[in-house]
């Protein structure tokens, strides 16, 4: 079993659906949790951290569920520019970020 | 503020030859990460330096690989020789505190 996995996708969305990606993780002694987006050919941006007790930025929502040991991610209202691949990283609480793979999602006008 | 910076952006290179990446992490940060990233394995972290010092290169492949950090605001990874596999979109990134890590462009090498 992979550290971290992530559905590859594509999520194929109209513009203003919702939806979710999963990460789910074997590392139960993981502490922290981190959303990546990356634009083709590009570098991964930092899009959110993951609490505990989980956290919105406006349209994006992360969320952890420590007893089922994954994150995730809801994008509301989606919109075009939200086009890209969506990274997870786990690690222990210092520099050892496992990434995941990927999620590809197309916004769909 | 500039952000990590990378050179080369693009490098072509034939199999055996000696390849050179080069970085620069932002400015006040003393962490500094190189990653390689493939279709197949994702991101991959091949070396992990703090203050200047490498803390731990478990994810370099082989003895072909070698990283230098010679002071607070340049790093290099070396490829000799290079090998068709080695074909893979290179990161640097850097961070302060460890947590937060940014990315710099990417070397996206080809070795034939």
């Known amino acids: 079993r992979k550290e971290v996995e992530q559905d590859p996708g594509p999520f194929n969305v109209p513009e203003g659906a919702t939806v979710a990606f999963n990460c789910t993780y074997s590392n139960s002694a993981s502490q922290s949790f981190f959303w990546y987006r990356q634009d083709c050919r590009k570098e991964p941006k930092l899009l959110m951290s993951v609490y505990s007790s989980g956290n919105e930025d406006g349209r994006f929502t992360a969320q952890l569920n420590r007893a089922s040991q994954y994150i995730s991610l809801l994008i509301r209202d989606s919109k075009l520019s939200d086009s890209a691949t969506y990274l997870c990283?786990?690690?222990?609480?210092?520099?050892?970020?496992?990434f995941g793979t990927g999620t590809r999602l197309k916004v769909l006008a | 503020d500039a952000g990590v910076i990378q050179s080369p952006r693009h490098e072509v290179t034939e199999m055996g030859q000696e390849v050179t990446l080069r970085c620069k992490p932002i400015s006040g940060h003393n962490s500094l990460f190189w990653y390689r990233q493939t279709m197949m394995r994702g991101l991959e972290l091949l070396i992990y330096?703090?203050?200047?010092?490498?803390?731990?290169d478990s994810g370099m492949p082989e003895d072909r690989f070698s990283a230098k950090m010679p002071n607070a605001s340049f790093s290099t990874l070396k490829i000799q020789p290079s090998e068709p596999r080695d074909s893979a979109v290179y990161f640097c990134?850097?961070?302060?505190?460890?947590?937060?890590?940014?990315f710099g462009p990417g070397t996206r090498l080809t070795v034939l």
């Open positions: 990283a786990v690690g222990p609480g210092t520099y050892k970020y496992i």
């Open positions: 330096f703090n203050n200047n010092v490498p803390i731990d």
């Open positions: 990134a850097s961070s302060f505190p460890v947590d937060t890590q940014y």
